[in-house]
């Protein structure tokens, strides 16, 4: 594998860089989305956990939406490891009502350490151990050190910002009862922001992304019921399930660059089959098997020649590819959830899939981007773990390249800065592999997640997306033009995967627990 590569990078909705438009600084990501026509004014800011505020490095630009298109990023090791947040951190936005508002945090304010200490080695280490241990203490408190524009000039500020206590228990908040607070949290968030038809607003690729997050919010639900008949979460799995079941074959309606293909809606479909599948196998009658087997003949009569899946059906796209595995890999992970709930799959195509993904692997084992030049044999932690969940559901991890997979994903588990395109992808399909696996992968796991964690959380429960070296270098972050639904439903389900912690009995199908049929 290169050290140093050059990747074209396609993502839906691609921003420039420019400075924050006065009047636009609304919660969550600083103002409107794009109507047609017209360019949002969405920001990639830092989010700071519980102090209810999001930032920029201090002094930068900040990117903001704009037009389709194409993006080259510089990637090498040193950047997938260095995403530890800027020395200083300029307040762009405030949750209203949020502690940090009621304590007098203003915008263009800048923070430059935690509790008489400056940041030295990036801010968001830091801050997340102070949160950890402001929550878990008897009225607790963190202190900003501020840097403020005064009337005569700079002022310097410690300003105390007190938290709820949670107990103890938050200085773990990837366990117990901190886990599981969170996570109800989320739940509560997401079933408040459904729609009556069972989606949530229409975002990036329009209704087939909602039937993305409609279908990842049901698995957060799922995770977190012991019978989806008779739980908290009843109405609204039964209302995503509704919402999936209507939509995962509509049509795309993207309103982008007529004359190309920009059809995404394998997304839809994959996301869908996982949902259905999970709920099928725990509720008997709970999705009509003939409806089950519609989706899933539908999405396998969508393989490319070659075994890989492409975004959507109907050829190349745009930017003059087909392939990628990503999707690929979400396939596999869908067909072995469906097998495992008791419809029929077409195991040569799987293994077909299975083999193109090999094709593309590099020779430690870990799934490439295709198999195409350029975009072979550098291993990706987001494709190789949502392979590996479904070939282990496919029977598929007793074939040699599922062993090297196997030992793949154990080893590289935590690596999720070093994903491609979507940061949230990678975390919730690195996060359910990893509790799928158990032991020392999902204890790697969330020794670099907690952090994240820590700091994705908002005061209404909400969990937030976050910058990192490539959605700053590119000028765009695909996980805000999805928005918030979409990382708290990623979050919620990791948050749900492990039985022993969640409120459920978590994911037992995706996840490779339930009983073979």
């Known amino acids: 594998m290169q050290l140093r590569t050059r990747v074209i990078l396609f993502v839906i909705a691609l921003s420039v860089l420019a400075p924050l438009v006065p009047g636009q600084a609304t919660w969550p990501f600083g103002g409107s989305r794009r109507s047609s026509g017209a360019e949002s004014s969405e920001l990639d800011l830092w989010n700071l956990g519980l102090l209810g505020a999001k930032a920029?490095?201090?002094?930068?630009?900040?990117?903001?939406?704009?037009?389709?298109?194409?993006?080259?990023?510089?990637?090498?090791?040193?950047?997938?490891?260095?995403?530890?947040?800027?020395?200083?951190?300029?307040?762009?936005?405030?949750?209203?009502?949020?502690?940090?508002?009621?304590?007098?945090?203003?915008?263009?304010?800048?923070?430059?350490?935690?509790?008489?200490?400056?940041?030295?080695?990036?801010?968001?280490?830091?801050?997340?151990?102070?949160?950890?241990?402001?929550?878990?203490?008897?009225?607790?408190?963190?202190?900003?050190?501020?840097?403020?524009?005064?009337?005569?000039g700079p002022e310097k500020l410690s300003l105390r910002v007190p938290l709820r206590s949670l107990g103890?228990?938050?200085?773990?908040?990837?366990?117990?009862?901190?886990?599981?607070?969170?996570?109800?949290?989320?739940?509560?968030?997401?079933?408040?922001?459904?729609?009556?038809?069972?989606?949530?607003?229409?975002?990036?690729?329009?209704?087939?992304?909602?039937?993305?997050?409609?279908?990842?919010?049901?698995?957060?639900?799922?995770?977190?019921?012991?019978?989806?008949?008779k739980s908290a979460w009843t109405s609204s799995i039964d209302k995503a399930k509704?919402?999936?079941?209507?939509?995962?074959?509509?049509?795309?309606?993207?309103?982008?660059?007529?004359?190309?293909?920009?059809?995404?809606?394998?997304?839809?479909?994959v996301h869908s089959v996982l949902f259905l599948s999970e709920l099928a196998a725990r509720k008997r009658g709970a999705v009509p098997k003939v409806e089950l087997e519609r989706l899933v003949q539908a999405l396998q009569s969508r393989m490319e020649k070659s075994g890989g899946y492409a975004h959507g059906p109907g050829g190349k796209n745009a930017l003059d590819y087909l392939e990628l595995n990503i999707v690929g890999s979400l396939v596999l992970s869908a067909l072995g959830s469906a097998r495992g709930a008791g419809v029929a799959v077409d195991l040569t195509k799987a293994r077909l899939l299975?083999?193109?993904?090999?094709?593309?692997?590099?020779?430690?084992?870990?799934?490439?981007?295709s198999t195409a030049a350029g975009q072979k044999g550098e291993g990706n932690i987001g494709r190789s773990a949502a392979a590996l969940l479904g070939a282990r559901n496919l029977g598929f991890d007793k074939l040699p390249f599922?062993?090297?997979?196997?030992?793949y994903v154990r080893?590289?588990?935590?690596?999720?800065?070093?994903?491609?395109?979507?940061?949230?992808?990678?975390?919730?399909?690195?996060?359910?592999?990893?509790?799928a696996l158990g032991g020392e992968a999902r204890s790697a796991w969330w020794v670099r997640a907690q952090?994240?964690?820590?700091?994705?959380?908002?005061?209404?429960?909400?969990?937030?997306?976050?910058?990192?070296?490539?959605?700053l270098q590119m000028g765009s972050n695909s996980d805000v033009s999805v928005g918030e639904v979409w990382t708290t439903a990623c979050w919620a389900i990791v948050l749900g995967a492990d039985p022993a912690q969640s409120r459920g009995v978590g994911l037992p199908l995706w996840?490779?627990?339930?009983?073979?049929?």
């Open 56 to 152: 920029k490095e201090c002094g930068a630009t900040v990117a903001r939406g704009g037009t389709t298109g194409r993006r080259r990023v510089e990637r090498s090791g040193e950047q997938a490891t260095n995403d530890n947040g800027p020395p200083q951190l300029e307040i762009v936005l405030l949750f209203p009502g949020g502690p940090a508002a009621k304590a007098g945090l203003l915008p263009g304010d800048v923070i430059s350490g935690v509790n008489g200490k400056a940041f030295v080695a990036g801010s968001l280490n830091p801050l997340a151990l102070a949160l950890m241990a402001a929550e878990a203490a008897d009225k607790g408190a963190v202190v900003l050190e501020v840097q403020r524009k005064g009337a005569k």
């Open 168 to 229: 103890n228990d938050a200085l773990h908040p990837e366990l117990g009862a901190a886990r599981k607070a969170i996570q109800k949290n989320a739940l509560q968030w997401l079933a408040d922001h459904q729609g009556g038809d069972g989606g949530f607003p229409e975002t990036l690729s329009g209704r087939n992304g909602s039937v993305v997050q409609a279908a990842l919010a049901g698995l957060a639900w799922l995770a977190a019921s012991d019978d989806p008949a």
């Open 242 to 269: 509704g919402f999936a079941l209507r939509y995962a074959l509509s049509p795309d309606e993207m309103p982008i660059a007529s004359g190309a293909n920009w059809d995404q809606t394998n997304w839809g479909l």
């Open 354 to 369: 299975f083999d193109y993904c090999e094709a593309s692997a590099s020779a430690e084992g870990g799934v490439g981007y």
């Open 402 to 407: 599922g062993a090297k997979l196997d030992s």
């Open 411 to 435: 080893a590289h588990a935590a690596e999720v800065m070093g994903g491609h395109a979507s940061l949230m992808q990678h975390i919730l399909l690195s996060g359910v592999a990893a509790e």
């Open 451 to 471: 952090r994240d964690l820590v700091l994705a959380r908002a005061p209404d429960g909400s969990l937030q997306p976050r910058p990192w070296h490539e959605s």
């Open 511 to 517: 996840c490779g627990r339930a009983p073979k049929k």
